[in-house]
């Protein structure tokens, strides 16, 4: 009996059942984090370059607006080129990693602007670019859920810095497609103040691979339901795009 | 007859004992310049603070906002603006109170971000016209009581400066600070003055406009000044997309129009069916510093002024008390020769009107004087709330003067009266003896 609850047996046991618990954590991060990497891959998060148009069609308190832009993303960087209405052609809004630029013909130079502004709507300047989610937050799994039959994995997002859209974002990712579903965007403290829903009709291929890209995403304002906006995404095709569109400096050239 | 007669009794008998006449006067005059130079500060301060609040800060005497716009036009600019067709509608609302207004302005704020190179800042821009911008930073006014405050701190005005460039713009100095300008705005380098200015307009969609910093000024107020840009209004126009104002105000020849000003807009905007509202500065909405500073200043006023008085005054009855008591007899004289009491008592209570309105115009004369050497001496003081020192100065009025003759001549006669009332009912053998 001596022999089996030797000390040297007690404390291997004692590590092997502290490891456990910061084991399944291991899992559990990693797999928050590949299904984020899945899933903004079908947002525009591509390595290679990527093409698409989005129209941005929002219902403002009654008032209702109309905007398409031509959206070129190569790995963290994209690039937005208003194209309708007529008196926005020539806006370019550029992502340079985290940092968000303005510029238009007539500006002398490019202004810094923040993610979070309000673009049209209820859609801020960082949502109508490609998603990097899994660079600008850390994710952790709450919990699963069943939604339109398929159960998806909740994920809680929170910003790794201020420069990001949202501060915290609660992620529904499908666990077979790995594509998210829904997403419901929260301030500081938590509380939900827009909520968005993802279809994915479109598709790319990646390496050899056929992959689903999205083509609808609707924002709604959580107080007031009538406020929303939808951004539905087009002709989409993967691009060569070189390094030097995405220079700060090009635009004002 | 006997009254003239009186007076001048009275008068005489002034110079009978001038010891005791110095020492009563002494305390009226003490009482009157301190209390001229109490409240001469203070009418200072309100000036110092009330000038540019409503040249400086684009409040004017009379604000019009659009109904609710004073509270919700920052929030809801498209929904609370004023259009054309609103300020065209108070242009002939003035027309007959056009004598009193000594010039309109229209102004469009907002709120936007300053960007030069990678850094933004988020800045309140003031929309003015130049012209109305000149005319508020050269009133007379505003050159007599707060010059420091109002005067550009660097650069020409904004007419000139408009006219050189298409689009200068002024910065406080606190942003001027985190833009990195560490010279005069005009020896800066021209890239360094290019700045943009990015907002949302009244649609709701992000605009920007190029801007060059041509100008420095001051807000007056800590919470301001790092955040402030002033521009001309067609620069904020063409940022916001609009021909509207944020607000128009009414800069009036005469303060005391202000009141029959804005009852007469209320009444001009109801018959027209517009949706606007006329204020005063002194609304608590538009004037809440101001009008804080000078509650806490009258609170402090009324509470030194009642000390002043309270010592004066009972220096003053004191020194009364001694004299009457001292003049028993002559009261007794004057019974004996056939004065009824109610004369004897009108006879001291004139001496004792004679006494404090000399005594007042001592006090005026030495109040006045020192207040030339106080306002010239260039002394300052620290106003709260404010990034300015205030310079000291003592603002003297006549009706100021004249409303202290008048009290120290009632206390003097109400004091002197309720004495001399007491004393000459006793009889005449008794006040013949003392």
């Known amino acids: 009996m001596t022999r089996f609850l030797s000390p040297n047996l007690i404390l291997r046991v004692l590590i092997f059942t502290a490891l456990i618990p910061m084991s399944a954590d291991l899992v559990f991060a990693n797999s928050a984090e590949d299904l984020l990497e899945a899933s903004d891959r079908a947002r525009g998060g591509v390595a290679t370059g990527v093409t698409w148009n989005v129209r941005v069609e929002s219902t403002e308190n009654g008032t209702k607006s109309d905007r398409s832009f031509v959206i070129k993303a190569r790995d963290v960087n994209a690039l937005a080129e208003a194209t309708q209405p007529a008196k926005f052609k020539g806006e370019v809004f550029l992502f340079n990693d985290r940092t968000m630029w303005f510029f238009k013909p007539s500006l002398r130079r490019p202004i810094a602007i923040s993610s979070r502004q309000r673009l049209s709507g209820q859609a801020a300047n960082g949502d109508i670019a490609s998603t990097n989610y899994a660079r600008d937050y850390t994710a952790e799994i709450e919990r699963t859920e069943t939604l339109d039959g398929q159960p998806h994995k909740v994920l809680l997002l929170k910003a790794k810095s201020d420069q990001v859209t949202y501060d915290q974002i609660r992620y529904w990712v499908s666990e077979k497609s790995k594509l998210a579903k829904k997403a419901a965007f929260m301030t500081l403290q938590g509380e939900v103040f827009k909520e968005a829903t993802f279809d994915y009709g479109n598709s790319i291929v990646v390496q050899g691979k056929k992959v689903p890209f999205i083509s609808k995403m609707i924002i709604t304002d959580v107080k007031n339901r009538k406020n929303k906006s939808t951004l539905s995404y087009s002709k989409l095709k993967l691009d060569s795009l070189p390094p030097a569109i995405f220079n700060i400096n090009s635009l004002s050239r | ?434």
């Not at chain 2, 002024?170 to 990195?180: A, R, T, W």
């Not at chain 2, 005469?254 to 500065?281: Q, S």
């Not at chain 2, 009107?353 to 003081?381: D, F, K, P, Q, Y």
């Not at chain 2, 006549?398 to 009332?421: D, E, N, R």
């Open chain 2, 1 to 434: 007859m006997n009254s003239r007669l009186d007076w001048i009794l009275a008068l005489r008998n002034l110079k009978r004992n001038p010891r005791r006449t110095i020492s009563t006067g002494l305390a009226i005059v003490i009482a009157y310049v301190g209390l001229t130079l109490l409240t001469g500060h203070i009418f200072n301060i309100e000036y110092a603070a009330k000038i540019p609040l409503i040249y400086g800060n684009g409040t004017g005497h009379v604000s019009i906002y659009k109904k609710g716009g004073l509270d919700n036009y920052e929030l809801q600019p498209a929904l609370y603006h004023m259009t054309g067709t609103e300020l065209e509608a108070i242009a002939k609302s003035l027309e007959p109170i056009a004598s009193q207004i000594e010039t309109t302005g229209t102004y469009l704020s907002t709120q936007a971000l300053l960007s030069v190179g990678s850094r933004s800042i988020p800045v309140f821009i003031r929309g003015v016209q130049p012209e109305v911008d000149d005319f508020s930073r050269n009133h007379p006014r505003v050159q007599k009581h707060a010059p420091e405050f109002v005067a550009l701190q660097s650069g020409q005005s904004f007419s000139k400066s408009s006219k050189e460039t298409i689009d200068a713009i002024s910065v406080s100095q606190g942003v001027s600070e985190i833009l990195g300008y560490k010279s005069e705005i005009s020896a800066l380098a021209a890239a360094d003055k290019q700045v943009v200015l990015a907002g949302r307009t009244f649609d709701g969609d992000l605009n920007a406009i190029n801007g060059t910093v041509a100008l420095k000024h001051s807000t007056g107020t800590p919470i301001l000044e790092d955040s402030s840009v002033i521009a001309p209004i067609e620069i904020v126009r063409e940022l916001l997309q609009t021909q509207g104002a944020s607000h128009q105000v009414l800069f009036l020849k005469n303060d005391d129009d202000i009141g029959r000003v804005v009852d007469h807009m209320r009444t001009e905007f109801k018959n027209r069916g517009v949706d606007l509202e006329a204020y005063p500065f002194t609304d608590d909405r538009i004037g809440l510093f101001y009008n804080g500073t000078m509650s806490f200043l009258y609170a402090m006023g009324s509470f030194f002024a009642l000390l002043i008085f309270g010592a004066s005054g009972l220096i003053i009855v004191n020194s009364m008390t001694i004299s009457i008591l001292e003049r028993a007899k002559e009261m007794g004289t004057l019974r004996a020769i056939g004065f009824p009491p109610d004369r004897v008592k009108s006879l001291f209570v004139k001496e004792a009107c004679w006494l404090a309105l000399g005594a007042s115009l001592l006090g005026l004369l030495v109040s006045e004087i020192l207040a030339v050497i106080i306002s010239s001496a260039g002394w300052t003081v620290e106003s709260a709330g404010t990034t300015y020192s205030v310079l000291i100065k003592i603002l003297t009025k006549p009706w100021m003067h004249a409303g202290l003759t008048l009290t120290m001549i009632v206390i003097a006669a109400v004091c002197s009266g309720w004495l001399v009332k007491r004393k000459v009912k006793e009889r005449i053998a008794l006040l013949l003896l003392e």
